[in-house]
């Protein structure tokens, strides 16, 4: 077994053209790099931290000051979260957003077809509760499909696509899609709250478990360009950006990054959990799509 960091981890997989088993911020990652896309996914909480379709800016924002390396939480990309959002529905959770993103997962197959790469990563073995599956197709549009299947006992679960979407300036985007939606106000202790029937402009730390599985677009003229979020299996869709007040508390974020980013996260959150049998199954996903 390859310590992380020091040399390329051996792929178990036999892989496709274009797709390498490398080191990416000092840890393993496959890399992908085709005429469609670049990318790159790190092994540790199967995290995709960037991607970048042909003749595009990275889809994803990375902070320049994030943690690597085994159980760190990397901040940016695309973590995942689970099997419970925030510290659980009962608040109970001393591990944040759950251990997805915390434990090193397998890659077990990649595939091209024409110029798309489709990664597959399980999570691993020993997590007995429940085994997840992430896939990750990778093109001019980027998708990732996480499936949670429950152990030998019932699941309540919590899931998101924590997404840290690239954007010129957050002060200045319009997002699409959530108009008139109820929602938690995570700035004001879980408030309710409904959004105005008009499309979002954040003006402060917004922090919003909006009750919505619709279609999302944040339109960015700052960077010239509209990234549609187009989620699947989930109930909620959150939107959370620090702002200049809470970013002064996260030693991962540089004080003044916060504008390069908005996370628009497709979830079953809060009261739209995911009630699992044991051995039943459950997938969320999301499509990115670049539009000009
Ligand atoms: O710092 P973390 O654990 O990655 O979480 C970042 C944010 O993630 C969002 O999903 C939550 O709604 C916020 O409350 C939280 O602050």
Redesign the pocket.
């Known amino acids: 077994m390859n310590t992380p960091g020091t040399a390329a981890p051996v792929p178990a997989v036999s892989l496709p053209e274009g797709v390498t088993l490398g080191s990416a911020h000092g840890v393993d990652a496959a890399l992908v790099d085709t005429p469609a896309v670049t990318a790159t996914l790190l092994l540790d909480g199967a995290h995709l931290t960037s991607a970048v379709p042909a003749g595009e800016q990275d889809l994803l924002w990375l902070s320049p000051a994030s943690a690597f390396g085994p159980g760190e939480?990397v901040?940016g990309g695309v973590?995942l979260?689970g099997p419970w959002?925030?510290p659980g529905r009962d608040q109970s959770q001393e591990v944040?957003?759950g251990w997805l993103r915390n434990v090193r997962w397998d890659l077990t197959s990649a595939e091209r077809s024409g110029d798309e790469v489709t990664l597959t990563l399980t999570s691993p073995a020993d997590r007995t509760e429940l085994s997840a599956t992430l896939e990750v197709r990778l093109g001019a549009e980027v998708s990732l499909e996480l499936t949670i299947t429950a152990g030998e006992q019932p699941l309540e679960l919590e899931a998101?696509l924590?997404t840290y979407l690239a954007v010129g300036d957050v002060r200045r985007i319009e997002i699409q899609g959530l108009e008139g939606a109820d929602y938690l106000d995570?700035t004001r202790g879980l408030t309710p709250d409904t959004l105005a029937h008009a499309p979002l402009h954040l003006t402060e730390a917004t922090?919003r478990?909006v009750d919505s599985t619709a279609e999302v677009t944040v339109v960015d003229e700052a960077a010239g360009r509209r990234v549609v979020s187009t989620p699947r299996g989930t109930s909620r869709t959150?939107v959370?950006n620090?702002w200049d007040t809470?970013v002064t508390g996260?030693a991962d974020i540089p004080d003044e990054a916060w504008p390069e980013f908005v996370?628009i996260?497709p979830?079953a959150a809060k009261e739209g959990f995911v009630a699992l049998e044991p051995g039943a199954s459950h997938s969320l996903g999301v499509t990115y799509r670049i539009e000009h």
Do not use: I, T
Request: hydrophobic content about 50%.
């Open positions: 939480a901040r973590p979260v959002f925030g944040k957003h998101a924590h995570n922090d478990v959150v959370w620090p809470l996260m996370c996260e979830a």
